[in-house]
C-alpha cells in the first residue's frame, strides 16, 4: 500500500467515511498498528519540543507503548496480569476489542 493510499484508509477507519462500507476492512489490524505507530511519532515529537504539556505527553507516549505491547493480535494473558501487579499509580491501559469495535482504559489510583 503506498503511502496516499494509506492514509486514505487510516482516515476512513479512524472517521466515518461519506459512504460507510459494507464491510469491515480485511486489514483492520494494520490499521490499527498504523494508527497507533503515528499517535506515538506524534507523542514523541511533541516531547521533543520540550513543551509544558510534556509531563502529561509522556503519559500518553508510555500508555500507547503499553497498549501496543498488550494489544499484538489477542490480548496475551500473562502479559496483561503481570502489567497490572507492576503497574504504578496514575499509570493508564488501553486495550482494545476489536469483536465490539471498543477500547477499555483502566488506570491505577493511588490509594
Do not use: W
Not at 498498528?33 to 520540550?50: F, G
Amino acid at each position: 500500500m503506498d503511502v496516499s493510499a494509506e492514509m486514505q484508509a487510516l482516515v476512513e477507519h479512524l472517521v466515518l467515511p461519506t459512504r460507510l462500507p459494507s464491510q469491515q476492512s480485511p486489514n483492520i489490524d494494520d490499521l490499527s498498528k498504523i494508527a497507533l505507530a503515528h499517535l506515538k511519532t506524534a507523542c514523541q515529537q511533541m516531547m521533543d519540543t520540550k513543551t509544558k504539556l510534556f509531563s502529561p505527553l509522556e503519559e500518553l507516549h508510555n500508555s500507547l507503548v503499553v497498549c501496543e505491547h498488550l494489544n499484538k493480535g489477542s490480548l496475551d494473558q500473562a502479559k496483561f496480569s503481570d502489567y497490572l501487579v507492576t503497574m504504578r499509580p496514575g499509570e493508564v491501559v488501553t486495550l482494545y476489542m476489536a469483536a465490539q469495535n471498543a477500547a477499555l482504559m483502566l488506570r491505577r489510583e493511588a490509594k
